[in-house]
């Protein structure tokens, strides 16, 4: 049967996707620390991080949650939380988004949720509108499949009206960088699979903006 995601589509595969070979975060959205070391570097949007052995959770430096900080993007059902339970005011913090690459200008067409963790935009004459069925693997750093007209991110995005992967095909997605399917105007449609994830088997693979070079097995 086939799969399908219909919402002017966005599907996403970054550090871990379906079917994973092994993760570092212990469920949804949650990544439990046991020191401080864990939440260095900017795996989860921020640097600058040290691990709340009250939950366990990495928590960033935040003015607006006062001395304690606030919750990373992976600390499950308190992501984004002031550490101290005050008020979280209006979302993540700005640097968690994926907002980076060519400015948008007045009259752009975007597609996904403002303040969202990624909203492609493109201009009006360079929206993306043919059918693609994916192939082959996908390097989101150097694969044509990337758009190159596509602007506030700097993630790989796949774009067309509509996307699809047949019956029996694999496409395997690598790379440093997110990897973002848009449908403009159709749907994306998955009758073979889309592998996202890393696998510590040889040969070892990361997934795309995998945070880890290696599984622990």
Do not use: W
């Amino acid at each position: 049967m086939a799969k399908t995601v219909t919402m002017v589509g966005l599907l996403f595969a970054a550090a871990v996707s379906v079917p994973f070979a092994c993760s570092p975060f212990g469920g949804a959205s949650a990544f439990n620390c046991d020191d401080d070391a864990d939440c260095q570097g900017t795996a989860q949007g921020q640097a600058g991080g040290r691990c709340e052995l009250s939950t366990n959770f990495c928590a960033f430096p935040d003015d607006a949650c006062g001395p304690l900080g606030r919750y990373g993007s992976l600390a499950g059902g308190q992501s984004n939380e002031c550490v101290d339970g005050s008020a979280p005011g209006d979302g993540p913090p700005p640097d968690t988004l994926e907002t980076d690459g060519p400015p948008v200008n007045p009259g752009d067409e975007c597609f996904g949720t403002t303040g969202g963790l990624v909203e492609p935009c493109f201009d009006p004459a360079q929206v993306p509108a043919g059918a693609i069925a994916l192939i082959a693997e996908i390097d989101t750093d150097t694969s044509n499949p990337c758009s190159a007209v596509v602007k506030n991110t700097t993630a790989c995005v796949v774009a067309g009206g509509s996307i699809s992967i047949a019956t029996g095909v694999t496409v395997r997605a690598t790379g440093s960088k997110p990897l973002v399917l848009l449908a403009t105007t159709g749907a994306i449609t998955i009758d073979g699979a889309l592998d996202g994830a890393s696998h510590v088997a040889s040969p070892t693979v990361t997934g795309p903006a995998a945070n880890n070079a290696t599984c622990d097995g």
